[in-house]
């Protein structure tokens, strides 16, 4: 945790008055080196706040391929993490699933269920039926349509949707 303004403040003022930093630090109960630092800072920028701590360092990386990684996620919304990241580090980045799970985060796409019941259309939302012109049937006797993927990313707030067959 960062030390208050005020404390550096006074010890970077009494330095200033001609007290040595080591002199300061010991009045001011700080380390010695903590006021060396300060007052580098305070001579070098004119400024003695504390520098920006924590957060994600290292996400730029991941934005500078964000074109990409959307490419991928369009074309599969049902595509894992891992994935993914196999997908990319075919591509020649490295990232880990961790990485590509905050990229998903910082644009609100959650990972969902498409539940049986959203698969055929919805009755308060009739636009969202398949056209009965456009229904073909197909005899599915000894097929497994259970094993298809009934999970995937979509922006928050809105139903996912995915075009697979109802198994049971």
Known sequence: MA?????????LAAVE??????A?????????STAIRWRAQQLETGDFAP????????????????ADILAIW???KDITLGELRLTLAEQGF???VARVHRFFVRRGLTRKKDRPCNRAGSARHPEAA???????FFDETWTAT???RSHGRCPKGERLRMGFPHGH
């Open 94 to 96: 490295v990232v880990s």
């Open 3 to 11: 030390l208050s303004m005020d404390l550096r403040s006074r010890l």
């Open 51 to 66: 520098k920006p701590q924590g957060g994600d360092m290292r996400s730029r990386r991941v934005e500078e391929r964000a």
């Open 24 to 32: 300061a630090a010991d009045r001011f109960g700080v380390a010695p």
């Open 74 to 76: 369009e074309a599969h």
């Open 130 to 136: 398949p056209e009965p012109e456009r229904l073909v």
């Open 146 to 148: 259970n094993m298809t």
């Open 17 to 22: 008055r001609g007290l040595s930093c080591r």
